[in-house]
T-cell receptor, first 116, second 114 residues
Framework: AQSVTQLDSHVSVSEGTPVLLRCNYSSSYSPSLFWYVQHPNKGLQLLLKYTSAATLVKGINGFEAEFKKSETSFHLTKPSAHMSDAAEYFCVVTPAGGTSYGKLTFGQGTILTVHP | DTEVTQTPKHLVMGMTNKKSLKCEQHMGHRAMYWYKQKAKKPPELMFVYSYEKLSINESVPSRFSPECPNSSLLNLHLHALQPEDSALYLC?????????????FGPGTRLLVL
């Protein structure tokens, strides 16, 4: 069984300040981990993914995430927030193989607000 | 090209109507998915097709009927829906049997059932 916990339902930052969105996971298998972003009334866009290669993963739009197995965490960061980053972010886990192929487990989402 | 397209963007239907949602991808992906997303919630998996065959049905009511006519196209046929079925319906696709199973999502169809 696997699960994902996004530790903050809402995060508010000022433009130009760092962003930290926290995600903890549990998985019986070696997981693949993803961050997706969803802007209002849009579909989900893949930000980045971890698939057991480098533990520090760089994504689009200046985002990156670090896989920490000992802490079962996969936090998303960005050094400097931009107004266009305001959106909902989902942390997602899936087993690398196994019988649950195709079944993503989503966190509940974190809404990021960016103030001018 | 990592684009999944969905039509229509918006759909309003009555409870006695029959309508269809369409999803298309030209990335050569052989797995395709339907999700339902209610406001302020993460997407919920409805169906998975792998190589044009239905592989997962998450106990979805029969008023939702999926169809995969070919490897690029996925339909969701709707009949006798209820107001609580109003939601954003997302389609996704992925390369089959890829270790990372990355799913690429379309923009969604916003459905309102009156």
């Amino acid at each position: 069984a696997q699960s994902v916990t996004q530790l903050d339902s809402h995060v508010s930052v000022s433009e130009g300040t760092p962003v930290l969105l926290r995600c903890n996971y549990s998985s019986s298998y070696s997981p693949s981990l993803f961050w997706y972003v969803q802007h209002p009334n849009k579909g989900l866009q893949l930000l980045l993914k971890y698939t057991s290669a480098a533990t520090l993963v760089k994504g689009i739009n200046g985002f990156e995430a670090e896989f920490k197995k000992s802490e079962t965490s996969f936090h998303l960061t960005k050094p400097s927030a931009h107004m266009s980053d305001a959106a909902e972010y989902f942390c997602v886990v899936t087993p690398a193989g196994g019988t649950s192929y195709g079944k993503l487990t989503f966190g509940q989402g974190t809404i990021l607000t960016v103030h001018p | 090209d990592t684009e999944v397209t969905q039509t229509p963007k918006h759909l309003v239907m009555g409870m006695t109507n029959k309508k269809s949602l369409k999803c298309e991808q030209h990335m050569g992906h052989r797995a395709m998915y339907w999700y339902k997303q209610k406001a302020k919630k993460p997407p919920e998996l409805m169906f998975v097709y792998s190589y044009e065959k239905l592989s997962i049905n998450e106990s979805v009511p029969s008023r939702f009927s999926p169809e995969c006519p070919n490897s690029s196209l996925l339909n969701l046929h709707l009949h006798a829906l209820q107001p609580e079925d109003s939601a954003l319906y997302l389609c996704a696709s992925s390369p089959p049997f890829a270790v990372e199973e990355t799913q690429y999502f379309g923009p969604g169809t916003r459905l309102l059932v009156l």
